[in-house]
C-alpha cells in the first residue's frame, strides 16, 4: 500500500509563500503516473489544484495559475508544490494523491494545514 505523507505547511500572511512536499513510500511501486496537489477549505469539498505527469506535463487550478508550480522527483517519489504571492483564499487542508495504473489512490493522507492570513 502506498502512504502519502505530506508536509510544509503553515501560517503565512497574503503575499507569502510556501513549499509544500509530498512523500509517496512504496516498496513496491517504483513510478507513479500523474501526481496531484488538492485542496480542501472550510466547509468545501476538496479540490485539485495541480496535478503532473510522468512527462512533465502540468495542469492547474485557474485560481492558482501564475502563482503555484508543481514539481516531483521521480527517484525520490516525492511531488513538490511551492506557492507564491498566497491569498486568504487559499487557506486549507492539502493534501496529494498519486496515480498507479491508471487509478488514483482511493485513500488520502494526513494533510497540511495552509493558513494565510490577511
Known amino acids: 500500500q502506498v502512504q502519502l505523507v505530506e508536509s510544509g505547511g503553515g501560517l503565512v500572511q497574503a503575499g507569502g509563500s510556501l513549499r509544500l512536499s509530498c512523500a509517496a513510500a512504496s516498496g513496491r511501486i517504483f513510478s507513479f503516473n500523474e501526481m496531484g496537489w488538492y485542496r480542501q477549505a472550510p466547509g468545501k469539498q476538496r479540490e485539485v489544484v495541480a496535478v503532473m505527469s510522468s512527462g512533465g506535463s502540468t495542469n492547474y487550478a485557474d485560481s492558482v495559475k501564475g502563482r503555484f508550480t508543481i514539481s516531483r522527483d521521480n527517484a525520490k517519489k516525492t511531488v513538490y508544490l511551492q506557492m507564491f504571492n498566497l491569498k486568504p483564499e487559499g487557506t486549507g487542508v492539502y493534501y496529494c494523491?498519486?496515480?498507479?495504473?491508471?487509478?488514483?489512490?482511493?485513500?488520502w493522507g494526513q494533510g497540511t494545514q495552509v493558513t494565510v492570513s490577511s
Open positions: 494523491n498519486v496515480q498507479s495504473g491508471g487509478s488514483w489512490l482511493p485513500y
